[in-house]
């Protein structure tokens, strides 16, 4: 199938974030067997004209329309392409009769400024996928969009350590975050660290210091355990792009049991806990004991079981053409 993939390409912060999300469905296409045109549109409207961006944004557009009149797609995946005008897709339309049009998003749906970008592409497009369930999901599918569950995918090639074979540990528990330092993450991390006292906890990316590239996959390979919390922890499948990176690189992974992940994973695929005081607890058993690392183990093999890069692809073509989808465990979110 000829698919153009609309999406970020390797500028600015995406220089060091090769393995975004993107990317990962870039790969799963292309390994499928589909001809893939990678298409970045933020990065042709810079090219185009970087003094005034509403004339770089403009011949990007026209950028993609002579792109499409030459390969007549057969599905546009639109992923965070904000530069891509609703004009556009409807010129693509008519350029290539019969192509299916999707928007991929894997922001938090609950943040409103991503409902108003949802709902407002949603009447132009075939199909919308993101990452959040439960309420929000519900709210955008009663505004009349078209929506679907679709998880974090991994990539192999992408989280390409296994932290769960490395002897030499500086870490017992790493977490990563964005958010300045009196956000409620760090308060959360804080608690932990108060309440194992004898576990080694290490907390990246402060105020938006991001650790970014391989320096990001030497800290986890560094680690034995990863904390998996997100910026909304009680919204049902929710989770950063973060999760696919740390099972995929084989850390143990620690969840909060508020996003209902148990529906996916075992009990022995990750740390599923309630609170700081039962996280703490745990970890300071699975460190004591050295469990860990047939947890990272199991929950590595598991992720990338239900969620690589291939099989998300194929959902995503499956999905975007009204085929059956029921054999995929997260169809009925």
Not at 178 to 192: D, H
Request: proline share 4%; with cysteine; charged share 25%.
């Amino acid at each position: 199938m000829r698919i153009i993939l609309c999406g970020p390409g390797y500028k600015n912060k995406f220089a060091g974030f090769y393995y975004s999300y993107d990317k990962k469905f870039l790969n799963g296409l292309i390994r499928e067997g589909h001809n893939v045109v990678h298409f970045r549109d933020r990065d042709e409207s810079r090219i185009a004209h970087t003094a005034m961006p509403p004339i770089g944004r403009a011949r990007s557009n026209l950028s993609l329309l002579e792109i499409c009149e030459h390969f007549r797609p057969e599905l546009v995946a639109l992923f965070h392409a904000d530069v891509v005008t609703d004009a556009t897709l409807d010129a693509i339309r008519k350029l290539s009769p019969g192509c299916r049009i999707v928007n991929v998003d894997c922001d938090a749906l609950i943040d409103g400024h991503v409902m108003k970008r949802m709902t407002a592409r949603g009447p132009r497009v075939d199909a919308s996928f993101v990452t959040t369930g439960g309420e929000p999901l519900a709210r955008l599918r009663a505004a009349g969009v078209k929506a679907a569950y679709i998880p974090n995918p991994t990539d192999a090639s992408m989280e390409d350590i296994d932290a769960f074979a490395v002897e030499e540990k500086s870490t017992d528990l790493m977490y990563v975050s964005s958010y300045g330092p009196g956000a409620s993450q760090w308060a959360f991390l804080e608690e932990v660290t108060r309440r194992a006292p004898k576990v080694r906890i290490v907390g990246h990316g402060a105020s938006k210091r991001r650790l970014l590239g391989r320096a990001y996959f030497e800290a986890l390979a560094a680690a034995k355990c990863a904390l998996n919390w997100s910026k909304y922890n009680d919204v049902p499948f929710y989770s950063s792009d973060r999760i696919a990176q740390l099972f995929g690189s084989g850390l143990c992974v620690c969840l909060p049991r508020s996003i209902g992940y148990q529906r996916f994973l075992g009990e022995d695929d990750a740390v599923f806990f309630s609170t700081a005081a039962d996280l703490a607890q745990r970890l300071t058993a699975i460190i004591g004991d050295g469990s860990w690392r047939d947890i990272g183990h199991s929950g590595r093999d598991r992720y990338r079981k239900l969620f690589n890069e291939r099989r998300l692809a194929r959902y995503l073509v499956a999905a975007s053409f009204g085929e059956d989808v029921r054999g995929y465990e997260w169809s009925d979110i």
